[in-house]
Structures are given as structure tokens and as C-alpha cells.
């Protein structure tokens, strides 16, 4: 089956930059999304197509995808955005397909 | 605004069955394409299921083929799961979200309810 790989965790200093990765051998012909879930709460969508950002995100997140390999960076992280990260792929045999997941410790 | 509202979960024994619910608010589910996606208690997010926007196409995650359906009722503007034989490895947090017209992405998302499956 399709799988999506990510780091376990990523720790980070307040106010430094933390990138999540997420790897995937079909990740080059599918558009990749990213969600934060806070602990005890439901999945929030932060970024779609790799690097578009909804209205209502910081500007501090932001998306990127390089080849088979998408990335999630957080500038200037807050107390506030240690939760659990997902990318999300779709791809045409298994459909829609989550990353294993990151948990982002601010320091 | 839009929200989604889930029911139905509870305790069951393996091989028992549920049917879920997903109550939407401020949109109509014949414009968009609603998924379900689980949680099991510790574990990450995977996929379960999905319903077109205009009804006519289902998928499911393989583990869960022949024994989950999704469907809706436009009038209610809620979406279904019906669990059949359920296994233990079934126990999660199921959660409805809504798919982002033409975008692999979901905006919205419910609190989910939790379906445990043990004897």
C-alpha cells in the first residue's frame, strides 16, 4: 500500500523555524495538504496544493514540494503550534493517503 | 457557519454493527464530496471513505471493503457510515470532513465519535 513518511517528532526553539517533511514515491505527480491537530481537538487544514495557505492561517506557515518530497515549515514558531502535523497525498489506487504523522515540540 | 456534527459510536462487540451520522449545517451536501476519516486512540489519521458530490461515486480504504458503507440523505444534509462486522482493530475516532471543491484537501472538519469495538 502507499505510504507517506514523516519524522516522529521535530523540536524547536520559540521563534526558530521547524520544517516537517513528508516522503512519498508518488508525491511528485500529487498535490500535497497539511493539517495541524492540537491535542484533544479536531485536524485543521493549514496548507492545500503544496503551498496555498487558507485565509485564516498565519502567515508563518507555509508549503513547499520538491520531486517525491513535500514540506511543511513553521517561521518564528509559537508556544501555541506544538500539536501533531499530517501531510495528506491522493493517489489514484489507494486514494487518499496520510502521513505517518510529526509531533512539534516548541522547547 | 459550516459545521459538521457527528453521533451514533458507542461500545459494540466484534462482529456487531453501528451506523454513524454526520449532521451538516451552513452548506448543502449535494455541492460537495464528504469523507470519513478515523482515528484510533493514540494513532494517526487514515482515510476510511468517501461519497461524490453528487452521490454517485463511493470509495473505501481496502481493510474496510464489504463491511463499512457511506451514504446520505439530502433531505437531512447528513451523511451515513454503516459498520458491519466489526473487528477490534475498527476501534477509533470517526471523524466526517468536507472536501474542498475540485482540491485534494478537506475544510472542515467534526469532532468525531468514538466506536469501540471490544468482547
Known amino acids: 500500500s502507499y505510504e507517506l513518511t514523516q519524522p516522529p517528532s521535530v523540536s524547536v526553539s520559540p521563534g526558530q523555524t521547524a520544517s516537517i517533511t513528508c516522503s512519498g514515491d508518488?508525491?511528485?505527480?500529487?498535490?500535497a495538504s497539511w493539517y495541524q491537530q492540537r491535542p484533544g481537538q479536531s485536524p485543521v487544514l493549514v496548507i492545500f496544493q503544496d503551498d496555498k495557505r487558507p485565509s485564516e492561517i498565519p502567515e508563518r506557515f507555509s508549503g513547499s514540494r520538491s520531486g517525491n518530497t513535500a514540506t511543511l515549515t513553521i517561521s518564528g514558531t509559537q508556544a501555541m503550534d506544538e500539536a501533531d502535523y499530517y501531510c495528506l497525498a491522493w493517489d489514484i489506487s489507494t486514494l487518499y493517503v496520510f502521513g505517518t504523522g510529526t509531533k512539534v515540540t516548541v522547547l | 457557519q459550516v459545521q459538521l456534527v457527528e453521533s451514533g459510536g458507542g461500545v459494540i462487540q466484534p462482529g456487531g454493527s453501528l451506523r454513524l451520522s454526520c449532521v451538516a449545517s451552513?452548506?448543502?451536501?449535494?455541492?460537495?464530496?464528504m469523507h470519513w476519516v478515523r482515528q484510533a486512540p493514540g494513532k494517526g489519521l487514515e482515510w476510511v471513505a468517501l461519497?461524490?458530490?453528487?452521490?454517485?461515486?463511493?470509495y473505501y480504504t481496502d481493510s474496510v471493503k464489504g463491511r463499512l458503507t457511506i451514504s446520505r440523505d439530502e433531505s437531512k444534509n447528513t451523511v451515513y457510515l454503516q459498520m458491519d462486522s466489526l473487528r477490534p482493530e475498527d476501534t477509533a475516532l470517526y471523524s466526517c470532513?468536507?472536501?474542498?471543491?475540485?482540491?485534494?484537501?478537506?475544510?472542515?472538519w467534526g469532532q468525531g465519535t468514538l466506536v469501540t469495538v471490544s468482547s
Open positions: 461519497i461524490s458530490y453528487d452521490g454517485h461515486n463511493r
Open positions: 508518488k508525491l511528485g505527480i500529487s498535490y
Open positions: 451552513g452548506f448543502t451536501l449535494t455541492r460537495y464530496t
Open positions: 470532513a468536507r472536501k474542498i471543491s475540485g482540491i485534494y484537501a478537506f475544510d472542515h
